[in-house]
């Protein structure tokens, strides 16, 4: 089955403590993108990544880092969480001539108290 | 960078007609695409427009005005179902490929 999954689907955690939250697409996608869901804000891109070791900012790269090694995975670090980076964190992928028609995973839903 | 505007909620009662619009400003349009996103759900893809005109898919069609930096999403003979958010998504040329996300219109169906 075509999908993308994402882990954890839920995190708790404290301000300060270094995590990841794992993305991974089974359908070759060169496109993969992390976007985070505020109420009233909409989707708003985080990075993204056109290809293995291509990525770049998206419109609120502040706080975050991604990796692209490997063409299925695309994991997305939060170094020093801040309360503020608390959200609902989506990441899809999409195809080179399909890049219009991205595929969600589950999304993460992050507290950082 | 890109800009997109739509209406925060629509309200509709079952059997109607509905239209969702979305005005877009952006460098270099490439094409306008239709997302639905149910209450905890992943967003999931429901058309895309890349020159003028209307595309139809089944009970959802989405129209295109290039000239009018325009689109809108119609949805005929609605469900409970249908009640969602729906979210424009402009690509454009620079940077990526990738489509930026205006905030949303949440759609309610009444009974």
């Known amino acids: 089955e075509a999908q993308v999954t994402q882990n954890p689907r839920y995190l708790i955690t404290v301000t300060g403590k270094k995590l990841t939250v794992t993305c991974s697409q089974n359908m070759n996608h060169e496109y993969m993108s992390w976007y985070r869901q505020d109420p009233g804000l909409g989707l708003r891109q985080i990075y993204y990544?056109?290809?293995?070791?291509?990525?770049d900012k998206g419109d609120v790269p502040e706080g975050y880092k991604v990796s692209r090694k490997e063409k299925r995975n695309f994991p997305l670090i939060l170094e020093s969480p801040s309360p503020n980076q608390t959200s609902l964190y989506f990441c899809a992928s999409s195809s080179t001539d399909r890049s219009y028609e991205q595929y969600f995973g589950p999304g993460t839903r992050l507290t950082v108290t | 960078g890109q800009s997109l505007e739509q209406p925060s909620e629509v309200t509709a009662v079952e059997g109607a007609i509905v239209q969702i619009n979305c005005t877009y400003q952006?460098?270099?349009?490439?094409?306008l695409s239709w997302y639905q996103q149910h209450d905890g759900g992943a967003p999931t893809f429901l058309s895309y427009n890349a020159l003028d005109g209307l595309e139809e898919t089944g009970r959802f069609s989405s129209f295109l005005s290039r000239s009018d930096s325009y689109g809108y999403l119609l949805l005929q003979e609605l469900q409970m179902k249908d009640s969602a958010s729906y979210f424009c998504?402009?690509?454009?040329?620079?940077?990526?490929?990738?489509?930026?996300f205006g905030r949303g219109t949440s759609l309610i169906v009444h009974p």
């Open positions: 990544s056109m290809n293995v070791e291509v990525t």
């Open positions: 952006t460098s270099g349009f490439y094409g």
């Open positions: 998504a402009v690509r454009d040329e620079g940077g990526s490929y990738i489509p930026t």
